[in-house]
Every structure is written in C-alpha cells, then in structure tokens.
C-alpha cells in the first residue's frame, strides 16, 4: 500500500516558476519508478517527466525539455518537479505517480500503480 500527495501547485502568469513535491509513504520498494503526469478536461492524461530511482534515469516529453526537472530527496521519499519559463500550455491537473522499475513505457499512464489526487497548475 503506497500513498501519494501532491502540492505546490497554483495560478503564475507565463514565465514564472513553479515547484511541485509529491511524498510517498507506506511499503515502498527500494527502487521503483516515478512520474509527473498532467490532464486537462478536453485532453487525455500525458507525460510529463519519469525518474527510474535505482539508476538515476530521467524521461521527458519534448514539450518540457529544458524547462521542467524532475528530482528527489530519496530521505524524504519526496519527488519533485522544478517547473520554469511556464506557458499557458502547461496549464493542467498535475499528478504523481509509482510504478515497478521494471516499466518500459515511463510517460505511459497505464505503466502506474498508485496516484496522488493531483494539484492544480494555471498559467495564464
């Protein structure tokens, strides 16, 4: 059983930053992998960014390449997303999710387990 809990999110105008953190808790693998994804109403859920935390691995959707970074602080059991030069296309719900190490596909959705109940990211 693993929980997850986002915050961090809320209303920036384009080109500022924002962080987001997600803290897990409960059985938790040692390595295991970890993902930013985000949904709006009239779109599917994407992928964001992945951290593979047994090889130190990183994934990201080309549309947050060189914006977007994602981290953790392994004695907190936090993960977080560095979110810079916002622009109005990232508005979005933003979700944490953990899966197995094993994933292959780290921006899929169907790769995850467990979610948080996301936070809110506007950029207007």
């Known amino acids: 059983q693993v929980q997850l809990v986002e915050s961090g999110g809320g209303s920036v105008q384009a080109g500022e930053s924002l962080r987001l953190s997600c803290s897990a808790s409960g059985q938790i693998r040692r390595t295991y992998c970890m993902a930013w994804f985000r949904q709006t109403s009239d779109k599917e859920r994407e992928g964001v960014a992945a951290?593979?935390?047994?090889?130190?691995?990183?994934h990201y959707d080309d549309s947050v390449k060189g914006r977007f970074t994602i981290s953790r602080d392994k004695d907190k059991n936090t993960l977080y997303l560095q979110m810079n030069s916002l622009k109005p296309e990232d508005t979005g719900l933003y979700y944490c999710a953990l899966g197995g190490a094993g994933i292959i596909r780290p921006l899929l959705p169907a790769e995850y387990s467990y979610w948080g109940q996301g936070t809110q990211v506007t950029v207007s």
């Open positions: 951290l593979y935390t047994g090889l130190g691995f990183t």
